[in-house]
Each structure stands twice: as structure tokens, then as C-alpha cells.
């Protein structure tokens, strides 16, 4: 498999391949990501306007854990988009069954 398969390797400049490390978020980099995120708007956020918060806000250089990159936030901001929607499913779904709608469906 090549890069142009999706495997998870970088091409180096004299052309041999090294695999990523993972980049995990500290706990206060993913908190300035949400604020980040929320400042913005959920659905109008992108992940070069998330970056460049990132990038003028002195807390996320100092969060121990260094910063993100434009594509590792585009990555965090697609799973957060998931998660949230997962979310509001759930919770959907579980009031609605805490409704009190009976086996057939028919509230009483």
C-alpha cells in the first residue's frame, strides 16, 4: 500500500517511509479545541480557523503537550462532529422511550 491508499505512513524527503506516531490530545489542548470550536460555531468551524485560535492563544503553547496540526484538528473536529451527533441521538432516542409510548407504539 502506498500514501495514495490511506496508509499511515510519511514520505520523506530521500523517499523511504517512517509510520506517524500518534499525536494524543492533552487535556487542555482539547479544551481550548471545544472552546475553540463553540467560539466559532459547531457547524461553521473548520479546522484551519480552529488552528489559528489555536495558534494566537498563549494557553495552547503552554499546555505541555505542544499543538495540534491543521490536519490532526480537521481529524479531532470530524470525531467531535460524530460524538455529538451520537450524543443527540441517544438522547433522543431515550426520551422518547422515557415518554411512556407502550409496546405497540401507542402512548397511554
Known amino acids: 500500500m502506498g500514501d ?4 499511515r505512513k510519511r514520505r520523506k524527503d530521500d523517499g523511504s517511509t517512517k509510520p506517524r506516531k500518534r499525536f494524543v490530545w492533552p ?10 470550536v463553540f467560539d466559532v460555531g459547531l457547524k461553521s ?12 492563544d ?3 503553547s503552554a499546555s505541555g503537550g505542544g499543538s495540534a496540526t491543521v490536519e490532526q484538528v480537521k481529524g479531532h473536529l470530524q470525531r467531535f462532529r460524530l ?9 433522543l ?3 422518547s422511550a422515557a415518554g411512556g409510548a407502550s409496546a405497540d407504539g401507542v402512548a397511554g
Open 45 to 56: 468551524a473548520s479546522p484551519f480557523i480552529v488552528h489559528q485560535m489555536f495558534q494566537n
Open 93 to 95: 432516542s431515550s426520551s
Open 58 to 60: 498563549a494557553s495552547a
Open 27 to 36: 487535556d487542555q489542548l482539547h479544551q481550548d479545541f471545544i472552546a475553540a
Open 4 to 7: 495514495k491508499n490511506g496508509s
Open 83 to 91: 460524538h455529538r451527533l451520537y450524543q443527540r441521538d441517544e438522547a
